[in-house]
């Protein structure tokens, strides 16, 4: 069992940036792809971004120059680090954990952190 806990959301300024951490528990975080998707009030939650255990990542084409993903397994955490946020960067962002490299299925969702750009 892996318990997901997501922190460092809040209100930023249009260009400004944000740093998210979701901290895992249980001794297997190493083994698990790791993501963060979002969803915005009326929308379908999508994926922003993820980080294999090889350490390789992949980006939604809205986000790519602009959010890092990575991870520390000694920490057994990850992080989105957000620069040049936009008002649409605005939602709930979810950290999510699965074994197949692509997050063809998740295992384990984080309850979520606010995160909202204004204008």
């Known amino acids: 069992q892996v318990q997901l806990v997501e922190s460092g959301g809040g209100l930023v300024q249009a260009g400004g940036s944000l740093r998210i951490s979701c901290a895992a528990s249980?001794?297997?975080?190493?083994?698990?792809?790791m993501g963060w998707y979002r969803q915005a009030p009326g929308k379908q939650r999508e994926l922003v971004a993820l980080?294999?255990?090889?350490?390789?990542?992949n980006y939604a084409d809205s986000v790519k120059g602009r959010f890092t993903i990575s991870r520390d397994n000694t920490e057994n955490t990850v992080y989105l680090q957000m620069n040049s946020l936009k008002p649409e960067d605005t939602a709930v962002y979810h950290c999510?954990?699965?074994?197949?490299?692509?997050?063809?299925?998740?295992?384990?969702w984080g309850q979520g952190t606010q995160v909202t750009v204004s204008s």
């Open positions: 249980g001794r297997t975080f190493s083994r698990y792809t």
């Open positions: 980080i294999t255990r090889a350490g390789l990542t």
């Open positions: 999510a954990a699965g074994a197949s490299s692509l997050l063809g299925s998740i295992d384990y």
